[in-house]
């Protein structure tokens, strides 16, 4: 069973932070140390963008402080523990496990994937990388089950991921084999304003028609707007107005009327007033669904809360059940989020309040992550989520 073990800090001088989160990380591993527990084999570090330029001296210092452990991880323009954001400010999020050596393999540009047979990956990318979604799609059909979690490195500096190195372009990460016990949920920040509408007509990112009527007035319609409205009349509502994505043949609304996992949201970014028609931050086709949506706290809240819920059913289907009195069949060990840098603390009424609420609902476990500029789940790349991936052990 894998221990994983976090340190975080904050300090204007990358060193001590890094000397923060390793006295923390001491004192959780000095009983482990004392037992039966393998030394840490992998390690994921997530820094905020204003140590990218210092990256490369950084992942030498853990190198030194921690022999033998392979490191992965990004910059973000925050960090996030258990509890905890860093936006803004100088930090880093540290995370050991013992993992058996067989079980896990990191992968970058310049190292790609042979030695094991990978069920699943943490990926993590350069966004300004060409043809981006295609090497995701490409990596998610090198793993077994085709599952991917992550995110897109967010930098006012350098962009940098790391897969032991400093990377810049392309994407890196860590595989697991099917032996390394994962459960992941995505969770959108946006509720949905109108119908799931059929897209019937389109040209690369312009949405012509929405089941066979005009694109324009559907939206309107669906803002509760005149749909014969001047649309610069409409500017205020159109600018908080985006659109949820998913392909043919895929559920568009799940649990709650909320967005399934398959959904992409992504901007309004212009309208054709003599076509009638929407333009989108994305490359759409016939037969895709839409709904519009807007960003929403509260609904960004309880749908947070219930992919926890939903983790912690999986993990206890007897309490779920009503049954009780019996031990959970497995428990979190430990977990990583990455959620967009467009939500955070801010997004859901106050410092730290988004990764508090997910305290709440999962318990103070082993957790790190980042606050990133595209988030991966699947095979896709997400925008305004949260992906919550754990890593589960036997009771």
Do not use: K
């Not at 979690?149 to 991921?161: E, K, N, P, T």
């Amino acid at each position: 069973m894998p221990n994983f073990v976090t340190g975080h800090a904050t300090h204007p001088d990358w060193r001590m932070a890094v000397a923060l989160a390793a006295a923390q990380i001491a004192a959780q591993r000095a009983p482990l140390d004392a037992g039966p527990a393998g030394p840490p084999t992998l390690g994921f570090a997530y820094l905020t963008d204003a140590y990218a330029s210092q990256a490369a001296e950084l992942l030498e210092d853990l190198r030194q402080r921690w022999p033998g452990v392979a490191w992965v991880g990004c910059a973000g323009v925050g960090v996030a523990a258990s509890g905890v954001e860093y936006f803004d400010e100088p930090a880093l999020a540290l995370m050991l496990c013992d993992l058996p050596a067989g079980c896990f393999e990191v992968f970058s540009g310049v190292r790609p994937l042979h030695r094991i047979a990978a069920f699943s990956a943490l990926v993590h990318a350069d966004p300004g990388t060409p043809d981006l979604a295609e090497l995701i799609a490409e990596m998610g059909d090198r793993t077994e089950s085709g599952y991917l979690f992550g995110g897109l490195a967010a930098s006012r500096a350098a962009s940098v991921h790391l897969a032991d190195g400093v990377w810049q372009g392309g994407l890196s990460g860590v595989a697991f084999t099917e032996d390394v016990a994962l459960l992941s949920r995505v969770t959108q920040g946006c509720q949905p304003v109108g119908p799931l509408r059929t897209i019937t007509r389109a040209e690369r990112n312009l949405v012509a028609e929405l089941d066979g009527l005009p694109a324009m007035p559907c939206l309107l319609r669906d803002l509760g707007l005149d749909a014969d409205l001047d649309p610069r009349d409409a500017l205020p509502r159109l600018r908080a107005t985006l659109a949820g994505l998913s392909d043919a043949g895929q559920p568009g609304v799940g649990r709650g009327g909320q967005f399934g996992p398959d959904v992409r949201v992504r901007h309004l970014v212009g309208l054709d007033p003599r076509r009638q028609a929407v333009a989108l931050a994305e490359i759409v086709e016939p037969g895709m669904r839409l709904a519009f949506c807007t960003r929403d706290v509260e609904a960004a809240r309880r749908d947070l809360v219930r992919i926890c819920s939903e983790i912690r059913e999986e993990l206890n289907p007897e309490a779920a059940d009503g049954l009780g009195g019996a031990a959970p069949a497995r428990r979190i060990e430990g977990a990583i989020y990455v959620s967009c840098a467009g939500r955070g603390g801010p997004h859901f009424g106050g410092p730290s309040a988004e990764l508090q609420l997910l305290r709440h609902a999962l318990g103070d476990v082993p957790l790190v992550g980042f606050f990133a500029g595209g988030e991966i789940a699947h095979h896709h790349v997400y925008g305004y989520t949260g992906v919550l991936t754990v890593f589960t052990g036997g009771a």
